[in-house]
């Protein structure tokens, strides 16, 4: 018997589309099922301006296929040189819906990250000022610190003591992946959400290095223990207004990833839907996948809903996905969640 289920379109809050050749090849993966997605910044150069991300856009405007409906979301990547005047005219605009902050060195592309965050108290003020919400690469950079607990460090050392400084400046927590990322937010009131991917509900470390190192599997920041995994999926699933899809959908081309200094970056455009359909009925809670995808990050941007809808259907056979996806630059390694999934994204 056949399955279905129909949720408002979704929106991705927190996707990595590139530019270039590798913009057009994965661009139609996300468009395909998504309304909007917050675009992050991290290019070579990054998308520091207001005018940067304004040409931006107008690449992944020119880039989507005629026919397609879809809504990129631009950010602005905080630098120590960053203008608060500019970030808010770019917001006044319309035209940013986020300001990313990566500490320097935290992950691909982050070498024009925060290093000092006294240098950028007068954006972060202003952003509060104004209502504009900081996403954030919750990760410390320091060697000492081992890499599986430089989330939790993070929200004691940097995350907290900037939000205590800085009243109404609303955050979103990036792709957390443990227990105490799910605790945080959990313990704070409502200028405080959080972003969850799909590939750290389905993996945890163990996917990544028994057995062999597997390279798509490695992400930043890292999947970590199985009890942290646990803990994201009760979050996700639990339908809390503070946990929305974020999918950091990060394509590289297979050649960096299959490398002795491999890239981070899991590619879920795909196949997510099918897959976070599979992960909420695993947890009996498929009334709150539209919640997850759909409801809770608008609200907490202050947009409206989709009118579009989004139907899943459930069949007998396991759903083929794509290996890869072919672009000009090389192939790109779809997801592999290494089980059988049934649901698929009906046609439209
Ligand atoms: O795995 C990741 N890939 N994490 C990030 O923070 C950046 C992203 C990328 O840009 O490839
Ligand atoms: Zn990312």
Not at 75 to 99: C, Q
Request: glycine letters at 6%; a negative charge; charged letters at 20%.
């Amino acid at each position: 018997m056949t399955q279905s289920l129909t949720i408002a379109r979704p929106d991705d809050w927190h996707l990595h589309l590139r530019d270039g050749a590798m913009l057009k090849a994965v661009l139609p993966e996300t468009a395909r099922h998504f309304a909007r997605a917050i675009i992050m910044p991290n290019l070579v150069p990054p998308v520091v301006t207001g005018a940067q991300a304004a040409a931006y856009k107008d690449r992944i405007m020119a880039a989507l296929p005629a026919g397609m409906d879809f809504a990129p979301l631009m950010t602005l990547y905080l630098t120590e040189d960053s203008d608060p005047d500019d970030i808010a005219a770019a917001h006044a605009s319309g035209l940013i819906k986020a300001v990313k902050l990566y500490p320097a060195g935290a992950t691909t592309n982050s070498a024009s990250g925060v290093s000092n965050f006294k240098n950028v108290r007068a954006a972060l003020e202003k952003m509060a000022e104004i209502g504009l919400p900081l996403c954030v690469h919750g990760e410390v950079t320091d060697h000492d610190i081992d890499i599986f607990d430089r989330e939790a460090v993070f929200i004691d050392r940097v995350l907290d003591p900037i939000r205590k400084a800085t009243p109404g400046l609303r955050v979103v927590m990036e792709h957390i992946t443990t227990k105490d990322g799910v605790a945080y937010v959990q313990d704070n009131a409502t200028d405080l959400g959080a972003t969850i991917t799909t590939h750290h509900l389905i993996i945890n470390r163990n996917h990544i290095l028994v057995g062999g190192i597997k390279p798509h599997y490695y992400c930043l920041p890292v999947a970590k223990r199985e009890e942290h995994r646990l803990a994201l999926r009760a979050a996700a699933t639990s339908g809390d207004a503070r946990f929305f899809l974020g999918t950091d959908s990060a394509p590289h081309v297979d050649d960096l990833k299959e490398n002795a200094c491999g890239c981070a970056g899991c590619f879920t455009a795909t196949n997510t839907m099918a897959l976070l359909a599979h992960v909420f009925e695993e947890e009996n809670a498929l009334e709150n996948l539209e919640k997850f995808a759909s409801r809770n990050g608008p609200n907490f941007y202050g947009l409206p809903v989709n009118d579009a809808k989004l139907t899943l259907t459930k069949g007998a056979e396991a759903t083929v996905f794509p290996e890869k996806i072919e672009c000009s630059d090389g192939p790109v390694t779809v997801f592999d969640p290494g089980f059988d999934v049934f649901w698929t994204v009906a046609d439209q």
